[in-house]
């Protein structure tokens, strides 16, 4: 299974953030398996932001959870990243990964966003 990240490298402040993670080799609707996003700003630690699952539900986390969305298109196989209203604090490496178990199984490479005007 393979995980590519896409979208925008540079957003400007208050704008949406709007990411895409295309997944090949393997289905999203696998059952048990929850399709997350995760960024990590420079010099600071992995962030869990949310996942969306296997069966469609959602899960955000509390501190992003009123910014945040995660949807998907099973017909392409992917799922999509918003983040509205978007400060330079959210200047991060995006990644997108598969977990089952709660084991991180598939990550995607990672891709660089900047909030800057």
């Known amino acids: 299974v393979q995980l590519q990240e896409s979208g925008p490298g540079l957003v400007k402040p208050s704008q949406t953030l709007s990411l895409t993670c295309t997944v090949s080799?393997?289905?999203?609707?696998?059952?048990?398996?929850?399709w997350t996003w995760i960024r990590q700003p420079p010099g600071k630690g992995l962030e869990w932001m949310g996942a969306?699952?296997?069966?469609?539900?959602?899960y955000y986390s509390p501190s992003l959870k009123s910014r945040t969305s995660i949807s998907r298109d099973t017909s392409k196989n992917q799922f999509t990243l918003q983040l509205s209203s978007v400060t330079p604090e959210d200047t991060a490496v995006y990644y997108c990964a598969g977990e089952k178990l709660s084991l991180y199984k598939y990550w995607g490479q990672g891709t660089q966003v900047t909030v800057s005007s």
């Open positions: 080799g393997g289905s999203i609707t696998t059952n048990s398996y929850f």
């Open positions: 969306i699952a296997y069966s469609g539900s959602t």
